[in-house]
């Protein structure tokens, strides 16, 4: 080759490595467990909806009578926790079985504990802002954190057990975000949370099992709905004491 020849450089083609670093917002969304947990609790309420439709357009009364039983077990169980789901389940005799009402109490059990779960974490990394449920988390933090001290120490088991018990400031919802407090895994803790609360619904399915084997449908369903009636009328109640506690608090430091 000549001297005074020109040379021809052939420049490589530079790699574009801005959208592989970054990829679009929809996938760096489903890269975040968070989003898995919340499309668990998703394939809980189509399972729901799909075993309501089967019963509300069967064919006789029966199936239609046991679609208002799984609807009203739903919304016990959303509102009251375990205990009311399974006494509403249990109030007909003979309109589903035990294994059916695990199945259902279970469905629905995992279904809001994901939800909320899953939304609660999202919150806590500042992802995702829902105006109208940050103040029900803060509640939920606060009376969690208030345990913290009690069940901290005994680690899982603890979890487990804060779970599985069946008293009115305990459950898997302050449960999961109990755990997430003293540090577990965020997979650890939600498998933890679901044994508790399906082992819970499992020791109350087959305790209301026992009890309809010595009381007639007329006082089991009495049983039953009282029961669902005390414990929907606490939480009304210690909500209406939380909500006139902020509020004098609230009007308190107005004055001040």
């Not at 075993?51 to 046991?66: P, S, T, V």
């Not at 109208?132 to 954190?145: H, P």
């Amino acid at each position: 080759m000549k001297a005074d020849e020109p040379q021809i450089v052939h420049h490589e083609p530079e790699h574009d490595s801005w959208g592989e670093n970054n990829p679009p917002k929809w996938q760096q969304w489903l890269q975040m467990p968070e989003i898995w947990i919340i499309s668990l609790s998703g394939c809980c309420v189509l399972f729901l909806l799909a075993w309501y439709g089967l019963l509300f357009f069967g064919h006789g009364a029966h199936d239609l009578e046991k679609s208002n039983i799984l609807l009203t077990t739903v919304v016990a169980h959303i509102l009251g926790g375990v205990l009311p789901g399974v006494s509403a389940c249990s109030s007909a005799k003979g309109l589903f079985s035990p294994w059916e009402n695990i199945l259902l109490n279970s469905t629905i059990s995992c279904g809001v504990v994901c939800l909320v779960y899953g939304l609660f974490c999202l919150s806590c990394r500042k992802l995702l802002r829902i105006p109208f449920l940050e103040d029900t988390f803060r509640e939920l933090q606060d009376s969690a954190a208030g345990q913290r001290k009690t069940w901290s120490r005994l680690g899982i088991p603890g979890i487990f057990l804060f779970v599985w018990i069946p008293l009115f400031m305990t459950g898997p919802i302050v449960g999961s975000i109990l755990g997430r407090l003293i540090g577990l895994g965020m997979f650890v803790n939600l498998a933890t949370v679901l044994a508790g609360s399906i082992t819970s619904i499992i020791t109350w399915v087959f305790f209301w099992n026992q009890v309809s084997k010595h009381l007639n449908d007329i006082w089991l369903q009495v049983f039953s709905l009282t029961l669902v009636g005390l414990v929907l009328l606490y939480i009304v109640v210690s909500r209406a004491k939380a909500f006139l506690q902020a509020a004098r608090k609230s009007r308190s430091q107005d004055e001040h």
